[in-house]
């Protein structure tokens, strides 16, 4: 599938390493990745072998050690943090294993939050939520709690939440890993309709490797070097 060869973004030599006392434990030894437009991409690896830490650093959720992190083609640390802060919250988005929803709102009050919490106006904030919620399937259950929801529903709550701001790119980890089998094809489904139908770009850290397979370009991490599959 061709893709308009522009970098979303781009992880330069990239090293963690932490520290726990006088131990020193190397997670990532010069990750070289670069995430184009409207790519899907699938990160794969045994537990420990640095996937989150990785998807964390290109979410600027976490630093590097070592190495540059570059969004559209500037690095993050010439920036200031006022500016990467922008970045994360109106060019990232963010779907989780655990969904990370609010328990005591419902799910268009879930998807309204990041939002609302930035100044935005509620109805507009409202009418943009119920449009995700329809995107995704859920719009007769716009009105419940996660606590009312399966645990595919809740799923699909936290990426129309990922979507509110037209992100630049949706970062994914383990977006199945909590659910049961048929359950988490559906959710594969989903986000292959983002990727797929709609363009968006997409990284998916994932144990599925069926899921892997089905992407644009599979990368393995192993003792904290990235590997094509």
């Known amino acids: 599938m061709p893709f308009a060869m522009s970098k979303v973004l781009e992880c330069r030599g990239l090293e963690k390493t932490f520290h726990d006392g ?71 988005g963010f779907v989780f294993q655990f969904y990370h929803l609010l328990a005591e709102f419902t799910a268009l009050e879930n998807v309204m939050m990041p939002a609302l919490s930035q100044g935005a106006s509620k109805r507009a904030c409202r009418d943009r939520a119920l449009e995700l919620l329809e995107s995704v399937g859920l719009s007769d259950r716009t009105t419940h709690k996660p606590g009312q929801l399966s645990g595919g529903e809740q799923q699909r709550v936290a990426i129309a939440r990922a979507l509110f701001n037209e992100p630049s790119i949706i970062l994914c980890d383990e977006p199945t890993g909590n659910l049961d089998e048929d359950t988490g094809k559906e959710i594969v489904e989903v986000l292959f309709e983002l990727g797929e139908a709609q363009g968006r770009t997409l990284v998916i850290v994932t144990h599925d490797l069926d899921l892997a397979a089905r992407t644009h370009r599979w990368v393995h991490l192993h003792d904290g070097v990235a590997q094509a599959k």
């Open 22 to 92: 006088s131990r020193e434990l190397c997670v990532l030894r010069g990750i070289d990745l670069a995430v184009e437009e409207k790519e899907i991409i699938a990160i794969s690896g045994a537990s420990g072998a640095g996937k989150t830490t990785l998807l964390q650093i290109m979410g600027t959720l976490d630093k590097p050690t070592g190495g540059e992190l570059l969004f559209r083609g500037e690095p993050l640390s010439s920036m200031g943090r006022a500016a990467v802060n922008t970045i994360r919250n109106q060019e990232i």
